[in-house]
């Protein structure tokens, strides 16, 4: 596609119940980067991907999130038994690794009630 | 201490003021780029800089390497201008890691 395509666009999840969020690179983008951007705050990194390969995962902030690229394209980030500091704006971008710089999605903003 | 630091956090001007926002970074770098960020959460990329001076439109950036600073500057701003504008830093030459500034705020009021 044109873009970076994130989904769901909102989400409202329950505390304790799972999420998965998606997001589709642009195509031929080798290097996929997964943040976490909460209320007035800028985005944190959570994870690194380049291809298949979860290269870092050093930013998820717990064993309830995995993230996975199965077949280096779609990405998909799964939080399981959200809990309510799990609230935030998840942004994608993607990368061509070729020096052009990066393009993010529109983000998935998780609200955990 | 973190490595990127934006100022001002927020900013209020007036329709057509001249604005500047700053980043100081604290690492070395291989490309530094500046984002703006509308209400909602969807990101664009306004400019990607290793050197020197960009323009685009009203917007102009600005980098010095030895001074570890960069400046984003809007000429005489609009209402749609208000959003936030997030400044990155990508630390190595791979370009695969990137640290980012918390963001300045900007409204823009008539």
């Known amino acids: 596609g044109a873009g970076v395509s994130q989904s769901p666009r909102y989400k409202v999840a329950k505390r304790g119940q799972d999420v998965a969020l998606r997001c589709d690179p642009i195509?031929?983008?080798?290097?996929l980067f997964w943040y976490q951007q909460a209320l007035g705050q800028g985005p944190e990194f959570l994870t690194y991907?380049?291809?298949?390969?979860?290269?870092?995962k050093s930013g998820l902030p717990s064993d309830r999130f995995f993230a996975e690229r199965p077949e280096g394209s779609v990405s998909t980030l799964k939080i399981q038994r959200t809990q309510q500091e799990d609230s935030a704006v998840y942004l994608c971008?993607?990368?061509?690794?070729?020096?052009?710089?990066?393009?993010f999605g529109s983000g998935t903003r998780l609200t955990v009630v | 201490k973190n490595e990127v630091e934006q100022s001002p956090q927020n900013l209020t001007a007036q329709e057509g003021e001249f604005i500047t926002i700053n980043c100081s970074y604290s690492?070395?770098?291989?490309?530094l780029h500046w984002l703006q960020q509308h209400p909602g959460g969807g990101i664009v990329s306004l400019f990607m800089l290793s050197s020197g001076k960009k323009k685009h439109g009203r917007l102009i950036a600005t980098i010095n390497i030895q001074e570890k600073h960069s400046s984003l500057h809007i000429t005489a701003s609009q209402l749609s201008d208000s959003a936030s504008y997030i400044c990155?830093?990508?630390?190595?030459?791979?370009?695969?890691?990137?640290?980012f500034g918390a963001g300045t705020r900007l409204t823009v009021k008539p």
């Open positions: 971008a993607s990368s061509s690794n070729t020096g052009g710089g990066y393009t």
């Open positions: 991907f380049q291809n298949e390969a979860q290269l870092d």
């Open positions: 690492v070395g770098i291989s490309a």
């Open positions: 195509s031929g983008h080798v290097s």
């Open positions: 990155v830093v990508s630390p190595r030459e791979d370009n695969n890691d990137m640290r």
